[in-house]
């Protein structure tokens, strides 16, 4: 009886136990900064804790994420400044807050598009010219290169280096994501990006959408363009383009999660991965602390990224006083303009900690531009959101927590303090915001890993089988006739004509012959 309990328990630990294969990862870092960065940093900590050995490639235009040990840092010289991309963003905030209706932010668009591709070109020439630099992660050896989607050049370096690789889209997944991913978007009811649409639309808003897909599908082969140049440059294979480059992706990471994002269908090897950043919250530093604790009816934070700017002193002092008007203190991220007086309750910073903020018992609200990361970040803690987006997904992840009853939309170009300060008291007031998002937090926590390890495991799984053909489908072979039937719409078009036309051509001849015989038989009588 003794043996056999031991027996039973030895098999109980056997399957407990899991085999540990250690794999040497290469992160495609992006340019090394920003909340893209952050997300293939997450995931880098995640693989490194599985006891992988991961390497992340980065430029070094930033140094500050040098040091999170157990990774690994390789960097390239960067042909574009910081002082390039600041001046940039700073550019595109503008043109977005001075666009007031829909064309002016396809103008908008189309002025910012040319840009952002010919400085994300030069980052990537940057990142394939160090030719000893790539010999040197050649010999590495690398099981797996994991990249960002938006950040073109990971597919191209996991095609230079002859290594399989895996790319998670940072931002909302946008349309022409999709269309590589070959994940169907259908104009009637699937918002295309920018667009701020939800599922039930209108013909006008339907229309707006299916321009929207047209002109996301002319900006996506002009960027292409510029890296197909590259492709040629560098010798990486230039007889496949870009766009296929990205379509031999083995898995497809969207960084979005269903409490948020709108239901649509998915491709087998598109893995929704979303919240990537959700985390508890940790304790603030003492004097934060003390800021937040001060305040009887709690907190609100106020933050626009790290990218946007308030360009105006008329908007810095616009949201000062409104926040003067409340009982309630601000935690207030400042980046650009500073009000021209700061209220007593309000608390500026160059740098807040909103994860660990939005964690705290004593936040209320936050406000802010309805970045991805944060959105998650709040539906993670049960936080309700007032949304001020400025460009590219923002107004999409605003219309989506406003259709959710977790929170409101409110228009940067318009927005008032009056406007402000209603909307701040109404969702304080109506206890319904913070239970939607307390249920939509639920809803998300309830999974069984979570997102950065979700990565961490397909990831795993690719190096196991050698890729994941399985999951891919017969869609990526085929071309845009194709793939949108037009080739047997003609066909049919054709056949369905000369059916047509037979039968018109039969019934002339049948009028034509009735009349003829009936002359003769009026002649003969």
């Known amino acids: 009886m003794i043996l056999q309990r031991l027996y039973t328990l030895a098999q109980l630990l056997l399957c407990c136990t899991t085999s540990v294969v250690s794999y040497k990862i290469l992160v495609a870092g992006d340019a090394g900064g920003g909340s893209h960065y952050y997300i293939l940093e997450r995931i880098a900590k995640a693989l490194a804790q599985r006891d992988h050995d991961v390497t992340v490639y980065v430029s070094n235009m930033y140094t500050k994420h040098r040091h999170a040990p157990p990774l690994k840092f390789v960097t390239y010289d960067s042909l574009v400044t910081m002082d390039e991309w600041e001046s940039l963003l700073s550019n595109i ?7 007031e209706d829909f064309l002016s932010q396809v103008q908008s668009q189309l002025k910012a598009a040319p840009l952002v591709f010919k400085l994300m070109r030069d980052q990537c020439h ?14 590495e050896n690398f099981d797996i290169v994991v990249g960002d989607f938006y950040y073109i050049c990971a597919s191209l370096l996991g095609q230079a280096l002859d290594r399989p690789y895996v790319l998670i889209d940072c931002p909302l997944p946008s349309t022409w994501q999709y269309s590589i991913n070959n994940n169907p978007i259908n104009p009637s009811y699937i918002p295309a990006t920018q667009t701020g649409f939800d599922q039930q639309m209108t013909f006008v808003t339907r229309l707006m959408n299916s321009f929207q897909i047209c002109l996301n599908y002319l900006l996506t082969f002009t960027f292409f363009a510029d890296y197909d140049h590259l492709k040629q440059i560098h010798n990486i294979k230039p007889e496949v383009s870009t766009y296929t480059t990205l379509g031999q992706a083995q898995i497809f990471f969207m960084n979005n999660d269903f409490t948020l994002d709108f239901p649509k269908p998915l491709m087998p090897n598109s893995i929704p991965v979303g919240g990537i950043l959700t985390r508890p919250g940790k304790p603030l530093n003492p004097d934060l602390e003390a800021f937040v604790q001060g305040s009887e009816d709690g907190i609100i934070i106020f933050s626009l990224g790290g990218y946007v700017s308030i360009v105006e002193q008329d908007m810095a002092d616009m949201f000062a006083g409104a926040f003067s008007r409340l009982q309630q203190r601000v935690v207030w991220k400042q980046r650009g303009k500073t009000p021209k007086v700061i209220p007593p309750n309000v608390k500026m910073m160059e740098w807040i900690p909103q994860n660990d903020l939005l964690a705290h018992p004593n936040t209320r609200l936050l406000v802010y531009h309805c970045g991805v990361n944060g959105a998650y970040e709040a539906i993670y803690h049960g936080i309700p959101v007032i949304c001020l987006p400025v460009f590219y997904d923002q107004p999409d992840i605003a219309q989506r927590i406003a259709s959710k009853g977790a929170g409101l939309r409110l228009d940067i170009n318009t927005v008032t303090s009056e406007i402000l300060v209603e909307a701040i008291q109404r969702v304080l007031d109506d206890h319904s915001f913070r239970s939607n998002m307390r249920t939509l937090s639920t809803i998300f926590k309830d999974k069984p890993n979570h997102p950065a390890d979700e990565v961490a495991l397909w990831t795993e799984y690719v190096v196991r089988h ?13 071309n845009l006739f194709q793939y949108l039937l037009i080739d047997v719409i003609l066909f049919m078009t054709i056949c369905i004509l000369i059916v047509i036309v037979t039968m018109a051509t039969c019934c002339r001849c049948f009028i034509v012959t009735k009349r003829k015989l009936c ?6 009588e």
Do not use: C, F, I, P
């Open 466 to 478: 050698g890729g994941a053909g399985h999951l891919r489908s017969a869609a990526y072979d085929l």
């Open 519 to 524: 002359s003769k038989k009026v002649k003969a």
């Open 93 to 99: 905030t503008s043109s977005y807050l001075s666009g």
């Open 126 to 139: 940057s990142a394939l010219s160090d030719k000893q630099l790539l010999n040197q992660l050649r010999e």
